[in-house]
């Protein structure tokens, strides 16, 4: 296994990860917030015929950032090395008015504290300093008058704006998960009536979400993967379309039709 420890100290920057082994093998890559439980990073599978460099976004970082490469086939296997190199973010020159920004701040904190923060049944609120946005944070998420379980992960409601999460599903999903699911939630809300879309438009939350999620830097393998886990529990035909639109619009988003590239710092660290 390769295991390093990085001093990120909250910086906003990329890990570019060069894993090199004898023939192919199939390696687990994790990047999570040193000795915090359940507050990872980035957690994904890669596959690697002799060399292969893959990159890691932190658009927002720990204060220390631990690395894990292991064979997932056998776990003892040393006969592999990884060399690590920091480099600048690669972000984009989005447009955000105030109220998005004031929702950022309540979102990334939240996403990186949820993973080791209580929840509760009756649900722990999180708010911005002037009470407009709230999150209720519950064990799960459930009716009120039946007790059933739901299994999203979070809804807001369409009249109080509260977005509530479940933290039975936050806890496996990494820090960039978390928050592309909370702009999606906003997006409904604050976005969708601004451009003319019904409050409840799944299609134009995912778009808007990704507007933002994408802009600010962060991978869109998280966001492919949570969306696509969503789907499966209801591999429905609005939401086979739903991702359709996401796979293409992140296609589109990354040839820079919706914003330009920023120009960034030549050092990371």
Avoid at 7 to 23: A, H, P, V, W
Avoid at 184 to 193: A, L, Q, R, V
Wanted: with cysteine.
């Amino acid at each position: 296994m390769f295991s390093q420890v990085y001093d990120s100290n909250n910086r906003q920057f990329s890990l570019f990860l060069t894993i090199k082994c004898e023939g192919q093998k199939k390696f687990r890559v994790i990047a999570d917030d040193f000795g915090k439980q359940n507050s990872q990073y980035a957690n994904r599978d890669v596959l690697v015929n002799g060399k292969k460099t893959i990159f890691l976004s932190f658009p927002v970082s720990p204060k220390k950032v631990s690395v894990e490469v292991f064979n997932i086939a056998d776990s003892t296997d040393k006969n592999f090395t990884v060399s690590v190199e920091a480099k600048p973010l690669k972000s984009y020159n989005i447009w955000m008015d105030n109220e998005t920004k004031d929702f950022l701040t309540l979102a990334i904190n939240f996403s990186q504290r949820a993973g080791f923060e209580s929840a509760s049944d009756s649900g722990v609120l999180w708010k911005t300093d002037d009470d407009k946005f709230r999150i209720k944070f519950y064990n799960r998420i459930t009716d009120v008058k039946t007790g059933k379980v739901y299994n999203t992960p979070a809804r807001i409601g369409h009249n109080s704006g509260i977005i509530e999460v479940a933290k039975a599903k936050f806890d496996n999903y990494t820090i960039p998960m978390r928050l592309i699911i909370l702009l999606h939630e906003f997006s409904h809300k604050y976005k969708n009536p601004k451009i003319g879309l019904e409050i409840s438009n799944e299609i134009g939350a995912d778009v808007n979400a990704l507007y933002i999620y994408l802009g600010l830097g962060f991978s869109k393998i998280d966001a492919i993967c949570v969306f696509a886990n969503v789907f499966l529990k209801a591999q429905t035909k609005g939401n086979v379309e739903r991702m359709r639109k996401i796979m293409e619009y992140i296609q589109r988003f990354e040839n820079g039709e919706f914003a330009k590239k920023n120009a960034v710092p030549e050092n990371a660290f």
